[in-house]
Nanobody
């Protein structure tokens, strides 16, 4: 059974940093997209960043240059390093996975989701 568990959220001041982790278990697929998405209060869930099994990364324009996605295959863990945080980054952050490459930005085609970790950035 595939399971994704996020951690690392918290409250920081604007300009601060956080690193989110997503521990992945029961995921035997060699080809995949793994991504980070977020949902702010009153808004729809949106794409943040993704990485595929070829190592290709992608970022939303709003986080480009500030966030970095990575995956440690030995630890089966997905990371999101978030620097220069802004109040607009405040949201619940989710990791997700699908056993296919391509269209990694598409929110509605991921098969597996974590429960989320809250990030709050104060001004």
């Amino acid at each position: 059974q595939t399971r994704l568990v996020e951690s690392g959220g918290g409250s920081v001041q604007a300009g601060g940093s956080l690193r989110l982790s997503c521990a992945i278990s029961g995921y035997p697929y060699d080809r995949y997209c793994m991504g980070w998405f977020r949902r702010a209060p009153g808004k729809e869930r949106e794409f943040v960043s993704a990485i595929d099994s070829d190592g290709t990364t992608d970022y939303a324009d709003s986080v480009l240059g500030r966030f970095a996605i990575s995956k440690d295959n030995a630890k089966n863990t997905l990371y999101l390093q978030m620097n220069s945080l802004k109040p607009d980054d405040t949201a619940m952050y989710y990791c997700a996975a699908k056993p296919r490459v391509g269209l990694c930005r598409r929110t509605n085609i991921y098969d597996y989701w974590g429960q989320g970790t809250q990030v709050t950035v104060s001004s």
